[in-house]
């Protein structure tokens, strides 16, 4: 006895079909942008656009940042915020990578907004925002609440920030912000345009750095080596606190 032979099970459905009369191949999902690579796209940009404007290649070393903050300078007089807020992002992210690189750091963000990336030190306890730092860099002067530069920088933060003090009261003399306001407060002042350079926050961040590992060994402290879990709950303390602000 004979049987209609139907459709075999493993037939596609005519209703997935392309006009070809081929399945459609599945979407690849790509995995989520880490922050590191947000940073590497962002430096590749950078090192582009010194080359276009100064026939010049970026070598990761200190003194590049002489170039970086040259060209940073010629768009001094740009009010235009996407342009800044684009520039100040690829430059600093060049920054914050030659910092990483020369003193050891590790980068946090969503992978998606520059403006959400934050460096933070491997053998110090500090934190602060390459980009934030690099638009100042590009402005020349430190930048205050309700400049129209900011429009596109919500908590605006250039600072360099240390272990949070103590919430249940004044920190003594011992505790490292305060030690090391004092020790850096020692040193001459520099001109606000220097000041705000890239070279100087370099080597402010490297002096800091050399005088809190110094300081530990006299005291006889063991290196240390910080993870991003030992940063998060400061980062949080100090959002909270700039908000509330």
């Given at each position: 006895m004979s049987h209609d032979r139907g459709p075999s099970d493993d037939a596609p459905d005519p209703s997935n079909l392309d006009v070809t009369g081929r399945a459609p191949r599945a979407k690849r999902i790509e995995p989520p942008r880490t922050a590191q690579q947000l940073v590497d796209e962002l430096v590749g940009l950078y090192r582009e656009q010194v080359r276009r404007a100064l026939s010049s290649e970026l070598d990761d070393s200190p003194t590049s940042l002489a170039f970086v903050d040259h060209h940073l300078s010629t768009a001094s007089d740009e009010g235009r915020t996407p342009i800044l807020s684009l520039l100040a992002a690829s430059g600093g992210a060049y920054y914050g990578e030659l910092v990483r690189q020369h003193l050891g750091g590790m980068w946090i963000g969503d992978g998606k907004d520059p403006r959400r990336l934050r460096m933070l030190m491997?053998?110090?306890?500090?934190?602060?925002?390459?980009?934030?730092?690099?638009?100042?860099?590009?402005?020349?002067?430190?930048?205050?609440?309700?400049?129209?530069?900011?429009?596109?920088?919500?908590?605006?933060?250039?600072?360099?920030?240390?272990?949070?003090?103590?919430?249940d009261g004044e920190p003594g003399e011992e505790h490292e912000s305060v030690w090391l306001s004092a020790r850096l407060s020692e040193l001459p002042p520099l001109p606000e345009t220097q000041y705000v350079s890239l070279t100087a926050r370099y080597e402010t961040l490297a002096l800091m750095h050399e005088m809190l590992a110094t300081r530990a060994a006299a005291r006889g402290d063991?290196?240390?080596?910080?993870?991003?879990?030992?940063?998060?709950?400061?980062?949080?303390?100090q959002t909270q606190d700039q908000a509330t602000d």
């Open positions: 491997r053998h110090q306890f500090i934190y602060f925002s390459p980009i934030d730092q690099a638009l100042e860099a590009i402005t020349g002067e430190s930048l205050q609440p309700g400049d129209s530069r900011l429009a596109d920088f919500d908590g605006f933060d250039p600072a360099f920030r240390l272990r949070p003090v103590p919430q063991s290196p240390c080596s910080l993870s991003l879990e030992d940063y998060l709950e400061a980062i949080a303390s």
